[in-house]
């Protein structure tokens, strides 16, 4: 069933009558119920209140692919030759790897409203619950090579950061390798997908996923706590803004990465590091290894003084001692 003609209706946050509804979708006040029941199934609260009729209580901030190539700088225009706005898919990253395999090319950036299979980082799911988060996946091409994929997802990581901060987010941090916090709470991930030849030309599906407003949401129990942009001082409305702001953020670093390498990111992630001079525990295949977190080397390796001296970790993952 089509959902997305109903949500556009009440998106506005205001009632609307079953026969209005109806009359606007050119179907029945039965098939409107129906269509309300879909609605619904895909996580959305939808009132309904006898006399008044229908409402998605608060509203919902849509993203709207007008809107998001009108605010595309001259940087992201020449990296991104075609957007898609989706309503429902399985992943973001998915749909891009799907297109690489049917022999389209980099220069291509998608959105999402909802995720019914998101995917996170070592086999994890991503919960995406409908138009509370963001969805986004960006795919280049780098026709000469690949130096250093851990590199690259350091510096997205970085110009999330900086989109958010310049959004008027407070507090948000970069957890080595590549989570985005606040308040020791989760806000965001990075998941890059490779495809092609590592040493030789191959795409890169950059895939970011960050918590907007999760005010409304059931999340299941996830090993985690989880916090959001509205939470730290994002204002309501501007997902769109915030769309705009990683095409143009994030397009930008990866042309600079590519360019200059890893050098020009290395003070910019120290200023968001959430680790730096914290009791971790780092998890990089065996035991868990206890020490204290010194920053990232040239490499974007992570520099830990453990019992044994300094230690370089290349992957793995980090907790800080004392958070759950
Ligand atoms: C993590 O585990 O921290 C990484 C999460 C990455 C989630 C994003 S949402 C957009 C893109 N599509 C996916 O299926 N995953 C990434």
Not at 23 to 38: D, E, F, K
Not at 145 to 155: C, E, H, R, T
Not at 157 to 186: F, H, I, M, T
Request: with cysteine; glycine share 14%; charged share 20%.
């Amino acid at each position: 069933m089509e959902t997305r003609p109903l949500i556009n209706l009440l998106a506005d946050g205001a009632f609307h009558s079953g026969a209005e509804l109806g009359a606007r979708l050119g179907i029945s006040r039965t098939a409107v119920w129906n269509h309300v029941q879909a609605v619904q199934k895909l996580g959305i609260q939808v009132d309904a209140v006898r006399g008044k009729g229908y409402r998605i209580p608060h509203g919902l901030d849509l993203l709207h692919v007008g809107q998001l190539l009108a605010g595309m700088g001259p940087v992201a225009r020449a990296m991104i030759r075609d957007v898609d706005v989706f309503d429902v898919v399985d992943s973001t990253n998915a749909v891009a790897a799907s297109r690489l395999k049917a022999g389209g090319e980099g220069g291509y950036a998608c959105f999402a409203e909802c995720q019914t299979a998101g995917r996170g980082r070592r086999g994890r799911s991503w919960v995406s619950p409908y138009a509370t988060s963001i969805y986004f996946t960006f795919v280049h091409e780098f026709l000469r090579g690949f130096p250093a994929i851990d590199g690259l997802s350091l510096v997205v990581g970085v110009s999330v950061a900086e989109a958010l901060e310049a959004a008027g987010c407070r507090g948000v941090g970069l957890k080595w390798p590549n989570d985005l916090v606040a308040a020791d709470a989760k806000l965001g991930g990075i998941l890059i997908e490779v495809y092609g030849d590592v040493g030789g030309p191959c795409r890169a599906v950059i895939g970011v996923g960050i918590n907007v407003d999760l005010s409304s949401v059931d999340m299941p129990p996830l090993d985690q706590p989880l916090i959001d942009l509205l939470r730290i001082g994002l204002p309501r409305g501007r997902r769109n803004d915030l769309a705009i702001a990683l095409l143009n953020g994030v397009s930008l670093a990866v042309r600079d990465f590519e360019r200059d390498g890893l050098a020009g990111f290395l003070s910019r992630w120290q200023r968001f590091d959430c680790l730096l001079g914290r009791p971790v525990n780092v998890f990089a295949g065996g035991e868990p290894i206890p020490g204290s977190a010194e920053g990232i080397d040239q490499t974007g390796g992570l520099c830990v003084r453990t019992e044994a001296g300094v230690q370089v970790f290349r992957s793995g993952e980090v907790s800080v001692r004392g958070v759950r």
